[in-house]
């Protein structure tokens, strides 16, 4: 019933950025948190970041941090990432997620289908 459409993703020079949005619709309710989650390939699934809905509070992984930024509409129910300063290495698949509850942590309730980000020159 809750779904999550991203947008956003492409191809980016080095050094260049990018803004990710996730609209979520359907069954949103109660406390609740969205963030991020990337993929390279044949490489593990990596945490990218999370905020907390109502608060606003925000968690993110050592490779982005100071680099990437999260944040929300809470009016429309949008989820951003506001890339900048990207990297070779960022390039990967990028999916949103919504989780039930408090905090910012914790396993994924609903995925997005994912968003591809090609960093190239």
């Known amino acids: 019933q809750l779904q999550l459409v991203e947008s956003g993703g492409g191809l980016v020079q080095p050094g260049g950025s990018l803004r990710l949005s996730c609209a979520a619709s359907?069954?949103?309710?109660?406390?609740?948190?969205m963030g991020w989650y990337r993929q390279a390939p044949g490489k593990e699934r990596e945490f990218v970041a999370a905020?907390?809905?109502?608060?606003?509070?925000?968690y993110s992984g050592d490779s982005v941090r100071g680099r990437f930024t999260i944040s929300r509409d809470t009016t429309k129910t949008i989820l951003y990432l506001q890339m900048n300063t990207l990297k070779p290495e960022d390039t990967a698949v990028y999916y949103c997620y919504y989780r039930r509850g408090v905090g910012t942590r914790g396993t994924p309730d609903y995925w997005g289908q994912g968003t591809q980000v090609t960093v190239s020159s």
């Open positions: 905020i907390s809905w109502s608060g606003g509070s925000t």
């Open positions: 359907g069954s949103i309710f109660g406390v609740y948190s």
